[in-house]
């Protein structure tokens, strides 16, 4: 492991979070409120962390694949102990425990929080926690793509890293030119987000803080009853398309952009998508409509849409207390924590593509024993699959069930509940937020003990960083020099 290289890209992720950190700073200026002095604080800190690596360290960097894991993982790390910083100086977040619980929380997309009394908080920190999810859905080691090259520093290395899903595509020869397009896209989406928001009546500013959280399929809501609290069909029917946009892989969005737009249909992945969405939605809607829980059938189709799109794309917004629901409704919300969004998108979870290939393997091993004899293939958009990407999808399943496995029992023989237990690692795992029992929609992560909370903090950074990319910094061969 070149140390060197590490520490140099980490000063300059540190540098680019500082610089960040100065936006909530101005915000907190416009409204009047006093903790913009901690924001500029902060600031100060990783500007002086993040520099000295840069300015000790001349030349340009190493940097092979094995440094480009360590890279995304402990800037991934960095990153949130730095977005705790104004937080936990300000008394804006109880503890240092939950102030780095809810700023890697914000930068895995989780959404996860501590927070009693969101509403409560000023608008720098609401603003931060939201800005901390759209940094973290498009990849803040995405966004350094793009400048890496400036330090001399190849780009694919940690493209491969960050990038989730089993294939890791560029659209241009170019990974500097693929990171900007990538970026292009997402502010693009957010942007159009925001105007239809503020058309449907929200404010600018909560409208920018919603467009942040639904494009990264983060969640953090500036209420306390989250999106439900704006009571608004229209704004939930625009958060509904926007989840389903975020949790499509980019580069559809990309080449539909440039006139292609019929390659939605032509992929495989997001008819599959598709599909889930629409007949789960018709599961939980059968589910509900004959007991008459809401008031009209627009409205239980509504509500039902909306939960099965904030789950499965990992976003975590809520609307309702699904916890109210009937049991077969929490299992079905259950098993779609799990599966997330598409590969290449900024959810969660195993990945819809994952799944589909899961599916194929199944279905290619059964009928391996009725023709034994037979030579399969396994095709994807029309692709055939090598052996390396099937074993790599196979890899990460196995491995995703044994972290979860192990999550639920840790829990659980520390005290904890076992639906509490479920829910709170399969909604930090899939990088979800809200789970089951007490971290469920009508509650928060508040009450679990500081082990616990750092605990689900490890587990949002696998979840975010699709498990091998941390998995194998636990490796001795990962450190050697070889």
């Known amino acids: 492991?070149?140390?060197?290289?590490?520490?140099?890209?980490?000063?300059?992720?540190?540098?680019?979070?500082?610089?960040?950190?100065?936006?909530?700073?101005?915000?907190?200026?416009?409204?009047?409120?006093?903790?913009?002095?901690?924001?500029?604080?902060?600031a100060g800190i990783g500007s002086a962390v993040g520099g000295v690596p840069l300015f000790l360290l001349r030349g340009a960097p190493d940097l092979r694949i094995r440094e480009g894991f360590a890279v995304v993982a402990l800037g991934w790390l960095c990153v949130g102990l730095l977005g705790a910083v104004p937080g936990w100086l300000s008394g804006q977040m109880p503890s240092?425990?939950?102030?780095?619980?809810?700023?890697?929380?914000?930068?895995?997309?989780?959404?996860?929080?501590?927070?009693?009394?969101?509403?409560?908080?000023?608008?720098?920190?609401?603003?931060?926690?939201?800005?901390?999810?759209?940094?973290?859905?498009?990849?803040?080691?995405?966004?350094?793509?793009?400048?890496?090259?400036?330090?001399?520093?190849?780009?694919?290395?940690l493209f491969r890293a960050e990038v989730p899903g089993?294939?890791?595509?560029?659209?241009?020869?170019?990974?500097?030119?693929t990171a900007k397009l990538l970026w292009g896209v997402y502010f693009l989406l957010t942007v159009l987000e925001i105007l239809a928001l503020v058309a449907a009546g929200m404010s600018l500013f909560d409208a920018a803080c919603h467009a942040f959280a639904t494009m990264a399929t983060g969640g953090f809501s500036n209420l306390n009853a989250s999106v439900g609290g704006y009571?608004?069909?229209?704004?939930?029917?625009?958060?509904?398309?926007?989840m389903i946009l975020a949790g499509t892989n980019f580069s559809l969005h990309y080449l539909a952009l440039t006139g292609r737009w019929r390659i939605?249909?032509?992929?495989?992945?997001?008819?599959?998508?598709?599909?889930?969405?629409?007949?789960?939605?018709?599961?939980?809607?059968?589910?509900?409509?004959?007991?008459?829980?809401?008031?009209?059938?627009?409205?239980?189709?509504?509500?039902?849409?909306?939960?099965?799109v904030s789950i499965l794309t990992t976003t975590g917004f809520g609307t309702a207390d699904y916890l109210q629901w009937p049991p077969l409704a929490h299992a079905l919300l259950l098993v779609l924590m799990a599966v997330g969004g598409c590969a290449g998108s900024t959810g969660g979870g195993i990945?819809?593509?994952?799944?589909?290939?899961?599916?194929?393997?199944?279905?290619?091993?059964?009928?391996?024993?009725?023709?034994?004899?037979?030579?399969?293939?396994?095709?994807f958009n029309d692709r055939a699959l090598s052996p390396a990407v099937q074993t790599n999808v196979l890899g990460f399943f196995l491995l995703f069930m044994l972290v979860y496995v192990g999550g639920v029992l840790i829990l659980t023989l520390g005290g904890r509940d076992l639906v509490t237990s479920v829910g709170a690692t399969a909604a930090t795992l899939g990088n979800i937020g809200p789970g089951l029992g007490l971290v469920g929609p009508a509650g928060n992560y508040a009450g679990l003990l500081p082990w616990e909370k750092w605990l689900l903090m490890l587990f949002?950074?696998?979840?975010?960083?699709?498990?091998?990319?941390?998995?194998?910094?636990?490796?001795?061969?990962?450190?050697?020099?070889?």
């Open 166 to 177: 089993p294939v890791a595509e560029r659209l241009t020869p170019r990974i500097r030119e």
């Open 96 to 157: 240092f425990t939950d102030a780095v619980f809810e700023s890697i929380s914000g930068f895995t997309t989780t959404g996860a929080t501590i927070l009693t009394d969101i509403e409560s908080r000023t608008h720098g920190t609401l603003f931060w926690r939201a800005l901390t999810h759209w940094l973290g859905g498009m990849g803040i080691v995405l966004l350094a793509l793009a400048i890496l090259p400036l330090l001399g520093v190849g780009g694919m290395q």
């Open 264 to 308: 939605y249909g032509r992929d495989e992945e997001f008819r599959f998508y598709a599909g889930i969405i629409l007949l789960c939605t018709l599961l939980v809607t059968a589910v509900l409509a004959p007991i008459h829980f809401y008031g009209s059938t627009g409205e239980t189709v509504r509500r039902a849409m909306f939960q099965v």
């Open 460 to 482: 949002m950074l696998i979840g975010r960083l699709e498990i091998f990319t941390v998995l194998v910094l636990f490796l001795p061969g990962a450190w050697r020099r070889s």
């Open 351 to 379: 990945k819809v593509m994952r799944v589909l290939i899961l599916f194929r393997h199944a279905k290619m091993e059964l009928l391996r024993v009725l023709h034994p004899r037979a030579v399969f293939t396994l095709w």
């Open 231 to 242: 009571a608004s069909p229209a704004v939930e029917w625009i958060i509904i398309v926007f």
């Open 1 to 42: 492991m070149n140390l060197r290289a590490v520490a140099k890209v980490l000063g300059f992720l540190m540098l680019v979070t500082a610089a960040c950190l100065l936006l909530p700073a101005i915000i907190s200026l416009l409204y009047g409120e006093g903790d913009w002095v901690w924001f500029l604080a902060a």
